[in-house]
């Protein structure tokens, strides 16, 4: 039972929790005036959120620092003003998909879409760098050009002098690589959900900070835990072999995921192969349980060691809600209820457990013993014992009592569960074979375990069957996979969006010397984005026979389409103010334009574009009427009536577009008169 408080709320801690919600990195420790460790706001930091300057000035306080850190936020809050590209003939089934392949800079793609997906994205995944400095196939060094680094940190001058005479470098690695990384992370968080999750995959080289950088990113309150993937033995180290690596996991608002009384289980390995051999034998038998259940123990013998089933031999067991195990009926910790059970054949008092009944009155276990789910011993000397079954129904979940929205939500489909241990082993050489043969050759460095990682996704979101999945550093594409692996398992409509640099490939580099191949004799550039895409295509025809949505929008990151007077319009001339100079870059694309809106009204990028001739004049439809957009020049009054009588939610028209200027001034009030909802623009 709850304490009463008998006090009056601390406002200051509750402004401190309303700061920590829009700035988790602006939240320290300090001591009160009774010398008591509080919760306090970091004001140099708050200073430099609220700045596009850099805020100098130090204060002692308890946190993750690093020279660059707050050049970090500044860079993280610039705005951009690059745009997305659409290559419908990168793309796999561009109209109908509604997955998203972002090429290039990740820095710039969570700008980009920060208005899209604010607040939509149920699972961000990422496997960064790790910074080993190794030589793979991709820049895992993260060291900022010395001379710059020591500049920054006030080591060197301006005119590169030496201010100290004993200059660190260690900090440089470390240094660098949370400034790459941090700046992303703070984007990423606007993009979750409430009740969103973010992974990181991480090794020992960097496992202290990226915790540390997600503490200071989402806040230590909604860490949850440190995976740990054991993937195999190396026989060659001198000291330990570590072979495993770490999955973070930190939630966007664990209180969120706790009002939604989130619980995460999956189903037990190996229990759907026993409810297929259960359905198969009863399709024989029928309500011979007896024969069904011998048919089913000789399965359990003959199978290998290995197999996932083995382990659950216990059900063996079978009536007519399936294959069961027994389990004890006695109260859990003691001094439960005594009452009296009548044994059904020798109609003589049961046994009563030690510590007493499992349900709380007789008219319970009457129910359950109706139900079926009571078993009986040979005579009343013994207690009965529970059923569970390996698909439970409902009257058998009794741990956590379910409500009325959990106990609809236990479908058919269900079967016995459990809670995740934070320890796993999938060997790393599963899927470095597996991308092999699918690519047909080395093309990636440890590229992760797609099923895995599907394994993974479907566990912290709950099998959420239309969960938005992201991933910016996207390597080979393996979340790609996971995605439509889940969406092929179940039918679902996950969607994923994937970012990833065109890393230029050196073919003189052993490490890049297959990959760079590869692109040649696809001909295409010698980029990592081009292997993930490939990736995509191949893995989509494997699960082609599926419902499963394998198909991609490719967007490139570019330059605005916008040329520079657009701008900055304290330049412009009287003739381009009068609309008569062209704004956008010649080499632009009526559907560049149209993304660029797409991101500027911050709208889902997966949209469905659809096209229209109207009075001579190609428009375009975002989504039916979430959208329309006409960039064809010399348009007429004709246009805007017929255009407005659609009443879309958006109108855009080029600047320079107009027939005349009395038509440009026209259309304003055409809209207003015939659609007033429409909220109408130029470009
Ligand atoms: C460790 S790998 C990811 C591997 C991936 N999980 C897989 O299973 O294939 C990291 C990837 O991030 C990419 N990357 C690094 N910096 C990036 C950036 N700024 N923007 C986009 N991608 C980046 C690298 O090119 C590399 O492919």
Not at 159 to 180: K, P, Q, T, V
Not at 342 to 351: A, G, M, V
Not at 543 to 564: E, H, Y
Not at 638 to 665: C, G, H, N, T
């Amino acid at each position: 039972m709850e304490k009463l408080a008998l006090k009056t709320p601390d406002i200051t801690a509750q402004n401190v929790d309303k700061v920590a919600q829009l700035f988790p990195n602006c939240i320290t420790e300090s001591r009160d005036w009774q010398g008591k460790l509080v919760r306090a706001i970091d004001f140099d930091q708050l200073q430099q959120e609220l700045s596009p300057i850099l805020i100098d000035g130090i204060s002692e306080s308890y946190r993750l620092d690093w020279p660059g850190q707050k050049r970090c936020v500044v860079k993280a809050n610039e705005p951009t003003t690059k745009t997305l590209r659409p290559c419908r003939e990168e793309s796999v089934n561009f109209d109908e998909t509604k997955n998203i392949f972002i090429e290039g800079n990740n820095l710039d793609a969570l700008k980009l879409i920060q208005e899209s997906y604010l607040s939509g994205i149920d699972l961000i995944y990422i496997d960064p760098p790790y910074n080993t400095g190794s030589d793979l196939l991709y820049n895992d060094y993260f060291a900022e050009d010395k001379e710059a680094f020591q500049e920054l940190t006030g080591q060197r001058d301006d005119e590169g002098n030496r201010l100290m005479s004993n200059m660190a470098s260690y900090g440089r690695f470390h240094s660098d690589w949370l400034s790459m990384l941090y700046p992303r992370l703070r984007l990423a968080r606007n993009l979750l959900r409430d009740t969103g999750l973010i992974l990181v995959s991480i090794d020992d080289h960097e496992l202290p900070n990226a915790t540390k950088l997600c503490e200071l990113a989402f806040g230590p309150q909604n860490y949850v835990a440190t995976l740990v993937w054991e993937k195999g033995r190396k026989n060659d180290a001198r000291l330990f072999s570590v072979g495993h690596e770490y999955i973070l996991v930190f939630a966007k608002s664990l209180a969120a995921l706790k009002a939604a009384k989130t619980l995460w289980r999956e189903e037990k390995p190996g229990a759907r192969e026993i409810w297929e051999k259960f359905v198969e034998l009863r399709s024989r038998f029928g309500e011979d349980y007896k024969t069904i259940e011998i048919g089913l123990q000789k399965w359990f013998a003959e199978l290998p060691k290995s197999h996932p089933s083995k382990k659950w031999s216990r059900y063996k067991r079978v009536d007519k809600n399936g294959p069961w195990r027994d389990r004890d009926i006695s109260w859990p910790g003691g001094d439960g209820p005594r009452y009296e059970v009548l044994h059904d054949k020798t109609e003589l008092p049961c046994k009563i457990p030690e510590p007493g009944w499992r349900f709380a009155t007789p008219e319970e276990m009457q129910r359950q013993i109706k139900l079926g789910l009571v078993e009986f011993r040979e005579d009343h000397t013994e207690p009965p014992f529970r059923k569970a079954h390996i698909r439970p129904i409902p009257e058998e979940l009794e741990d956590e009592p379910l409500d009325d929205e959990a106990e609809e939500a236990q479908t058919e489909d269900e079967f016995a569960t459990q809670v995740r241990g934070s320890y796993f082993y999938k060997q790393s050489q599963v899927a470095v074979k597996y991308l092999r043969k699918l690519m047909g050759a080395k093309v990636f460095d440890n590229p992760k375990d797609h099923f895995e990682l599907a394994r993974l996704f479907d566990y912290v979101t709950n099998s959420k069957a239309d969960a938005r999945v992201l991933d910016f550093f996207a390597g080979s594409a393996s979340t790609a996979q996971a995605v439509m692996q889940l969406n092929r398992q179940d039918g679902g409509r996950r969607q994923f969006i994937l970012v990833q640099l065109p890393e230029v490939l050196d073919p003189s580099k052993k490490s890049q010397k297959a990959a760079a191949k590869f692109c040649e004799q696809m001909g295409k550039p010698g980029t990592i984005a081009e292997i993930a895409k490939e990736r995509i295509r191949r893995a989509g025809k494997e699960v082609a026979q599926s419902s499963a949505d394998i198909g991609f929008r490719v967007l490139k990151i570019d330059t605005s389409n916008m040329n520079d007077v657009y701008y900055a319009p304290d330049v412009a001339t009287q003739e381009n103010l009068l609309g008569q100079v062209d704004n956008i870059r010649p080499d632009r694309t009526p559907e560049d334009l149209l993304f660029q809106l797409l991101i500027d009204w911050g709208l889902d990028l997966s949209l469905r574009i659809g096209e229209e001739i109207i009075a001579g004049k190609k428009v375009y439809f975002i989504d039916g009427n979430v959208l329309a957009a006409c960039f064809d020049t010399e348009i007429s009054e004709e246009l805007v009536k017929e255009l407005a009588k659609r009443k879309p939610l958006r109108a855009v028209f080029r600047d320079a577009s107009y027939k005349s200027d009395s038509v440009k001034i026209n259309a304003d009030q055409i809209f207003k008169l015939l659609s007033p909802q429409t909220e109408v623009r130029s470009i």
